[in-house]
């Protein structure tokens, strides 16, 4: 699949053999866990061990959840959203030796972020479709077309993006800093719309540019949660 969608990746082009690759991946992993039981609670090391099978189970053979749609969308959504946002923030408290305290910036994060999990999970597979179908893997891309996957995710991201606005206004005083989240927001909606606007669903560098639009968003809101 890659020699089609992304021949310059590693194993694609040759430049890291298979066998090399596995002796990478499986040591790092075996490394993070042991990391992670040494130096952290019992929770955080459940959490870890979780997005660390989530991340296998999707990619790694025989099982490739990737294979599945909503299987993908459902776990890329769970580890983008869940566990990197409220996950690391309370390993981060608790390396630090705070204890435990609820943050409904956090919880707003992992809340947009989940939902912005699934619209990576759908888009991504936008400029993949020759070497999806090359591999038979099955996308809502390849299933639908590209023009109602990339309406349909425009759709979801900008009520996401609404709702975040919907939030900032309606939170308790003191909650958000609320002029920055209407402002912050309301123009990466204006910024998503500008780039489905402009895409061209025909065109393949028009499909990549639209894509790249969607994850520069997704640091873009990284950037705008350090002032919320």
């Known amino acids: 699949i890659d020699r089609v969608n992304k021949p310059f990746l590693p194993i694609?082009?040759?430049?890291?053999?298979?066998?090399?690759?596995?002796?990478?991946?499986?040591?790092?992993?075996a490394a993070g866990l042991a990391l992670v039981r040494s130096l952290f609670s019992p929770l955080i090391f459940a959490l870890y061990t979780?997005?660390?099978?989530?991340?296998?189970?999707?990619?790694?053979?025989?099982?490739?959840?990737?294979?599945f749609p909503l299987a993908a969308g459902a776990t890329i959504a769970t580890c983008r959203g869940f566990l990197?946002?409220?996950?690391?923030?309370?390993?981060?408290?608790?390396a630090l030796?705070?204890?435990?305290?609820?943050?409904?910036?956090?919880?707003?994060?992992?809340?947009?972020?989940?939902?912005?999990?699934?619209?990576?999970?759908?888009?991504?597979d936008l400029?993949?479709?020759?070497?999806?179908?090359?591999?038979?893997?099955?996308?809502?891309?390849?299933?639908?077309?590209?023009?109602?996957?990339a309406k349909g995710a425009s759709v979801a991201l900008g009520l996401n993006y609404a709702a975040a606005v919907a939030s900032a206004l309606l939170a308790p005083a003191g909650t958000f800093r609320t002029w920055w989240m209407v402002t912050a927001h309301a123009a990466a909606g204006g910024w998503l719309a500008r780039s489905y606007l402009r895409l061209d669903t025909a065109s393949k560098p028009s499909i990549k540019q639209f894509y790249a639009q969607i994850w520069n968003l997704f640091y873009f809101e990284y950037m705008a949660y350090l002032f919320i």
Do not use: C
């Open 97 to 124: 030796g705070k204890a435990f305290q609820w943050n409904p910036q956090v919880a707003f994060l992992a809340r947009f972020m989940t939902v912005f999990g699934l619209v990576i999970a759908v888009t991504k």
């Open 84 to 94: 990197l946002n409220f996950g690391v923030y309370y390993a981060t408290r608790e």
């Open 127 to 149: 400029p993949d479709i020759d070497g999806d179908r090359a591999g038979g893997i099955e996308t809502f891309s390849t299933r639908a077309g590209p023009h109602k996957v």
């Open 50 to 67: 979780f997005g660390t099978t989530m991340g296998g189970l999707y990619s790694v053979p025989p099982v490739q959840l990737k294979r």
């Open 12 to 29: 694609a082009s040759g430049a890291l053999s298979a066998r090399a690759a596995w002796a990478l991946i499986l040591s790092a992993a």
